[in-house]
Every structure is written in structure tokens, then in C-alpha cells.
């Protein structure tokens, strides 16, 4: 199977956009939730399944079982408040 060039820009952009996504939203603490309504993704087996590349690339950094960081400079005071919403929700 022979990949375009066109192809290989094209997946490199569509990445990009996905978590450019990410970061035009405020929070720094994302839920799976949260993730699929801004990539406005509806099929679960795709939703996790790029949410899994993205934490194995290093784009997000997973904190707990459907709880993400965009980065290690997450907000701490963003975890705490809202850290019994998200494992409440997890048991």
C-alpha cells in the first residue's frame, strides 16, 4: 500500500485541529465527556480510541480513568473542586 504525501498532511493536520480543539477550551482538566463534545465525536469506540493515542503520543496526560490534563501545568485547583464530581462519577 502506497500512502500519498497529500495523505500524510492531511492525517498530520486532522490531528492538529483535534487538539487544537482541546486547547481553545479554558479548562485544563477534561473528562471523556468533555472530549467528546468538543471533538464533537459521537462513536465511542472512535472517541476512545483516538483519546488513547493521544495519551500514548504524550497530548494528554491521563490522571484517572476518563479524567485527562492537557498538560502537566494543569490547574491543581481545578482537579480538587471538581475531583469528587469525576470519581463519583467513575465508581
Known sequence: MVI?????IYSYIATDNLIAKLYESPKT???TKDIALIWEETNTVNL??????YA???SLIRLTRGVFAKNKDYE???LAT????FLT???
Open 4 to 8: 500519498s504525501p497529500f495523505h500524510l
Open 29 to 31: 482538566i477534561l473528562t
Open 48 to 53: 476512545t480510541s483516538k483519546i488513547k493515542y
Open 56 to 58: 500514548k503520543e504524550g
Open 76 to 78: 491543581a485547583k481545578e
Open 82 to 85: 471538581n475531583g469528587m464530581k
Open 89 to 91: 462519577r467513575i465508581k
